[in-house]
């Protein structure tokens, strides 16, 4: 298992930046494919994006791609997700999770470790 710890959350008006930080710790952070994820209250959580174990190849839900990037720093056991141009409906507890394995997934269930979340607030 990998203990993962999101930081880098917070308030920001419509059309500006944040990035949000998953510091890893445990076993080989390179072993994992890294999703991240987000949730509002009273709905499911829902797949925003993923990187491969090597950082090369990332995957985007359509409503973030182009806005959104995904990248990964295996040295430091950190996952990052720079998010530009958001909007209020971006509004969400942002949640990184790892998946043990080779193959990418966006699928809540196939990621064993989660993060405790961070809040992220776009006003209008």
């Known amino acids: 298992q990998v203990q993962l710890v999101e930081s880098g959350g917070g308030l920001v008006q419509a059309g500006g930046s944040l990035r949000l930080s998953c510091a890893a710790s445990?076993?080989?952070?390179?072993?994992?494919?890294m999703g991240w994820f987000r949730q509002v209250p009273g709905k499911e959580r829902e797949f925003v994006g993923a990187?491969?174990?090597?950082?090369?190849?990332?995957y985007y839900a359509e409503s973030v791609k182009g806005r959104f990037t995904i990248s990964r720093d295996n040295a430091k056991n950190t996952v990052y997700l720079q998010m530009n141009s958001l909007k209020p409906e971006d509004t969400a507890v942002y949640y990184c999770?790892?998946?043990?394995?080779?193959?990418?997934?966006?699928?809540?269930?196939?990621?064993?470790?989660w993060g405790q979340g961070t809040q992220v607030t776009v006003s209008s």
């Open positions: 990187i491969n174990r090597n950082g090369v190849i990332t």
């Open positions: 445990g076993r080989a952070f390179s072993s994992y494919v």
């Open positions: 999770a790892a998946r043990n394995s080779i193959w990418y997934s966006k699928l809540e269930a196939d990621f064993g470790s």
